[in-house]
């Protein structure tokens, strides 16, 4: 069944990248295309003459939220060990879910969530973004036509920085767990979070297949999860991943996407929707359907969901891995240097590391590398 009255939206996480939620829904506000009924948040709600909260209902308790504006979609960009309880209490409530990723900590709230979603017969949109660009629906063609033949491996490197300030950006961050409870943050299960999605799905969204390979490593003393890192396997497909990425690059790699054919060979910035396929010579840029106005279309039209939560298995089984690692070794500080006044560290090779391990399909540890 579709819906065709204006929908009733509810955000629950106001601040952090709550705030992009709350600019993406106001212009949808003002035009009518949505009822934007209610914010909620445990903290002061964050001010902005760009987004105002004017007369909109503010709650400090989703809840309360719930029974109070009846939403028919719920938005949650809370901290990941909320999410299971928000989201199952949402669909309870009637309301289709757009949740942040990552959804869930492990496979086994992968399946509590998944079975509310089938007991109510609601939706699960989850908040990878990248794979709404059309430049990933492009090199999925690609593949599909057999411009690339065979693919034998998909893999990214990204190699971005983080001031000292990022790990105080919450009590939480930076930390491995919180009164018992695994943190999803770290390179990996944080902003390269897409990264390890846009893999398992350009090489064909199939479950892995045996060991999930790790090394994470920290530069910092003071945090307990990886800001340097790389992950391997094979799906069941025959297809291997290769995920390579750090915080303390000196050189910005976006986040580059190799996918390699019997035929050829692909490249794709995921972030920036630029894609490069065989027999191009100039990358081309591409658009991005936002998950949002897909979620709305898929009430509105039955449009398929791009991101939907049978998505993310496989995404969650890595992140499982990840979170239940050990805290991550420390790099000598020889290998390392700190620049700015917000510093940053830099781990000395870390941009070429992570480019090679990926463009080789190697963990650190096979590179040479003085640190690994």
């Not at 009518?32 to 948040?41: I, K, M, Q, S, W």
């Not at 090199?139 to 105080?168: F, H």
């Amino acid at each position: 069944m579709t819906e065709t009255r204006t929908p009733r939206i509810a955000l629950v996480g106001a601040n952090g990248y709550g705030l992009h939620h709350r600019h993406n829904l106001e212009p949808r506000r003002r035009s009518g295309e949505l009822d934007f009924v209610a914010l909620c948040d445990t903290a002061e709600i964050y001010e902005d003459d760009a987004i105002p909260v004017g007369d909109l209902p503010v709650f400090d308790d989703y809840k309360a939220m719930l029974d109070a504006t009846d939403p028919d979609v719920v938005i949650i960009a809370t901290p990941p060990p909320t999410h299971l309880p928000i989201a199952s209490a949402a669909m309870r409530h009637g309301a289709d879910v757009y949740l942040e990723k990552p959804p869930v900590a492990n496979l086994a709230e992968y399946a509590q969530l998944y079975d509310v979603m089938t007991e109510t017969g609601r939706n699960v949109q989850v908040g990878f973004q990248a794979l709404g660009s059309h430049a990933f629906n492009a090199l999925r063609d690609a593949i599909e036509a057999g411009q690339l033949g065979e693919v034998e491996a998909v893999s990214v490197a990204g190699s971005w920085r983080r001031p000292d300030s990022y790990y105080r950006r919450s009590p939480w961050a930076g930390k491995r767990e919180a009164n018992g409870t695994l943190i999803a943050d770290g390179a990996l299960a944080n902003p390269f979070a897409h990264a390890s999605q846009e893999a398992i799905a350009l090489a064909g969204d199939w479950p892995l297949d045996g060991e999930i390979e790790l090394e994470r490593l920290r530069t910092r003393e003071s945090i307990e999860v990886d800001d340097t890192a790389v992950w391997r396997a094979t799906n069941k497909n025959g297809v291997q991943i290769t995920v390579a990425v750090t915080l303390c690059g000196d050189k910005k790699l976006e986040g580059d996407v190799y996918v390699r054919g019997t035929e050829g060979e692909a490249w794709f910035e995921y972030p920036t929707d630029k894609l490069l396929l065989p027999g191009e010579s100039e990358p081309k840029q591409y658009g991005r359907t936002d998950l949002l106005d897909n979620l709305l279309a898929h009430r509105n039209k039955g449009v398929g969901l791009i991101s939907g939560l049978r998505r993310a298995k496989t995404f969650t089984g890595v992140l499982e891995r990840v979170l239940n690692d050990p805290i991550p070794r420390l790099v000598d500080a020889e290998h390392l240097e700190r620049v700015g006044d917000d510093p940053v560290t830099i781990l000395k090779g870390a941009d070429k590391a992570v480019e090679d391990a990926a463009k080789q399909g190697k963990l650190f540890s096979e590179l040479g590398l003085p640190w690994a």
